[in-house]
């Protein structure tokens, strides 16, 4: 009569330890410089907002395009996801399979348009 108990409690125990999420294509957190462009104070509508338009909208935009989890349209939508998606992380990576935005050549943005988002980020997500 135990094995019948053992056989349920092994496998609660394997389906409640499995996670769903899908944690092998998300990147790790990486350190904000405090201050990456030493001298400027870098807003969203002043600096962010046409890196963005011209880099993420195509997929994160209405419509969602190429399985992209979320919009990127609105200042709000972007600091949700510097915040709660670790999209710095996304964009600074040098992981060619998680790079955002993708390329066909595997590389990312360049060096200098990444570090106005983090000098953004640094500066307190400003707006304008």
Aim: proline share 9%; net charge negative; glycine share 4%.
């Amino acid at each position: 009569m135990k094995s019948p108990i053992l056989l349920v409690a092994l496998v609660a125990f394997t389906l409640f330890s499995c996670s769903s999420s899908d944690d092998s294509t998300t990147e790790p957190e990486v350190p904000i410089d405090p201050d990456p462009i030493p001298g400027q104070t870098s807003t969203y509508v002043g600096h962010v907002k046409v890196i963005i338009d011209t880099n993420c909208t195509e997929c994160h935009g209405t419509p969602l395009q190429n399985s992209a989890p979320m919009a990127l349209e609105t200042f709000q939508e972007v600091v949700n996801a510097v915040n709660d998606r670790n999209l710095f992380s996304f964009i600074s990576t040098n992981n060619a399979f998680n790079v955002m935005p993708p390329s066909d050549e595997g590389g990312r943005m360049p060096q200098a348009t990444i570090d106005i988002v983090e000098d953004w980020i640094a500066d307190g997500l400003l707006q304008q």
